[in-house]
T-cell receptor
């Protein structure tokens, strides 16, 4: 079965600084990878996804992520964070079946002024 | 632009009571899902459906039942609520071909 690890439970970043959120997955074949964001009291919104091809994928709100097969990683990055980026971020993996996504436990992002 | 709509958004139950959460999607998606979210646990799949009249168990199905009588609706039932079922429940749908999930805003359930 596939699994996802997000090693950082909380991350604090100053506004305007760069951000990298880590995600490692466990799956034998090439996975489908996703990053979702959840603002307080809200549902989850898709930031970006990787299926195949270019290993650097661009998403909404200025986010990007890089798939590294050798490291089984799919880290999320943003060059300059804004206070509105404060939220919970979830990495997820699918093996391409109908049984949904497997989510990591999330990383809570705090933005310092 | 309704997308995925969940009702109710908040509910308080006493142990042993029953209730049903309703999920409705207007995107004509084949697949629908129920997840629960607990602090520090991420989202865990309860049940899912790959089409009208079908359901399947996910990672944490015990204590829940589901039905998909119409393509656009997916119901999650608790027959005898327990405090361990206090959680935020999310419904999601997917067209299938992209594996992307579209989420509702969640239903917060408290069982006393």
């Amino acid at each position: 079965a596939q699994s996802v690890t997000q090693p950082d439970i909380h991350i604090t970043v100053s506004e305007g600084a760069s951000l990298e959120l880590r995600c490692n997955y466990s799956y034998g074949a090439t996975p489908y990878l996703f990053w979702y964001v959840q603002s307080p009291g809200q549902g989850l919104q898709l930031l970006l996804k990787y299926f195949s091809g270019d290993t650097l994928v661009q998403g909404i709100k200025g986010f990007e992520a890089e798939f590294k097969r050798s490291q089984s990683s799919f880290n999320l990055r943003k060059p300059s964070v804004h206070w509105s980026d404060a939220a919970e971020y979830f990495c997820a993996v699918s093996k391409g079946g109908a049984d949904g996504l497997t989510f990591g436990k999330g990383t809570h992002l705090i933005i310092q002024p | 632009n309704a997308g995925v709509t969940q009702t109710p958004k908040f509910r308080v139950l006493k142990t042993g009571q029953s209730m049903t959460l309703l999920c409705a999607q207007d995107m004509n998606h084949e697949y629908m899902y129920w997840y629960r979210q607990d602090p520090g646990m991420g989202l865990r799949l309860i049940h899912y459906s790959v089409g009208e009249g079908t359901t399947a168990k996910g990672e944490v199905p015990d204590g829940y039942n589901v039905s998909r009588l119409k393509k656009q609706n997916f119901l999650l039932g608790l027959e005898s609520a327990a405090p361990s079922q206090t959680s935020v429940y999310f419904c999601a749908s997917s067209p299938g071909w992209s594996w992307e999930l579209f989420f509702g805003e969640g239903s917060r359930l408290t069982v006393l």
